[in-house]
């Protein structure tokens, strides 16, 4: 009696049969957004819209700043220097201060996108920012190289968008949020952000690094709050690099 076939392999993300299409991993992207990633976007751009009202900064500011830098800290940065009366040198400064720590993370990510035209690299790099970061990171080892710029691009699409009806909404209802609730939304962010990475404390590494960053953070920041977060981030993150690669080793031989 003849045996029936075995059952084929799953398709890898390197399989072309894997691949979804433009059409339908921009499709995935965008609804992969529009979950907690949006809301949680919408709801700190809340805070930061009522923050430029409190500054007297008009609603065409508020979202050329959402455009033009699309993450959140540094847009704080420049709200506040500007309600100060700083130069716009000063602010610019800052602001390319504040946001230096994405250039890592697009370093890290523009690769993974495989060779895709240089204009939409630089379109890409324009918007990768924290929350998208960690979700490409997170899932482009199940996303094709060919339809990982498409799935990024729906995924940001939908998060800029989110963020600029957040400062919207945000600066048409300042006056009836106060002050402590559109800074309190602003935390939600990075609250969010916490969370996305502990999915990936299986890791080693990651845990470590995640640990150490919790004991080290709120120590360094009050020896020195201009550079403790560095510091926290550079020391903890080489130490969960160097002992997650222990166990590695091991299991290597």
Not at 49 to 73: R, W
Not at 239 to 248: D, N, S, T
Request: net charge positive.
């Amino acid at each position: 009696m003849t045996q029936p076939p075995p059952p084929a392999p799953p398709a890898s993300a390197d399989d072309p049969a894997a691949r979804l299409g433009g059409g339908r991993a921009l499709r995935r992207g965008v609804i992969e957004a529009l979950g907690a990633p949006a809301l949680l976007l919408f709801a700190s751009y809340l805070g930061f819209g009522s923050l430029v009202h409190g500054a007297e900064l008009s609603l065409f500011a508020g979202l050329a700043s959402t455009i033009a830098t699309f993450a959140l800290p540094g847009q704080i940065v420049a709200v506040e220097l500007y309600a100060t009366g700083a130069t716009l040198t000063g602010i610019a400064l800052a602001v390319a201060l504040t946001n230096v720590r994405l250039l890592p993370m697009t370093l890290a990510l523009v690769p993974r996108f495989g060779r895709a035209p240089r204009w939409q690299l630089y379109a890409l790099a324009h918007v990768i920012a924290v929350t998208g970061w960690v979700q490409a990171m997170t899932v482009f080892h199940r996303v094709p190289v060919a339809d990982r710029v498409p799935y990024y691009a729906g995924f940001a699409a939908v998060l800029l968008s989110s963020t600029l009806t957040g400062t919207v909404c945000g600066f048409l209802a300042s006056d009836a949020v106060p002050a402590a609730i559109s800074l309190g939304l602003i935390m939600v962010n990075p609250i969010y952000f916490l969370l996305m990475l502990s999915r990936n404390l299986a890791v080693p590494a990651h845990a470590w690094a995640m640990g150490f960053g919790v004991v080290l953070g709120p120590s360094l920041h009050l020896l020195s709050p201009d550079w403790g977060l560095l510091a926290t981030g550079l020391i903890a993150g080489t130490a969960g690099f160097v002992i997650g690669r222990k166990p590695l080793r091991r299991r290597n031989g």
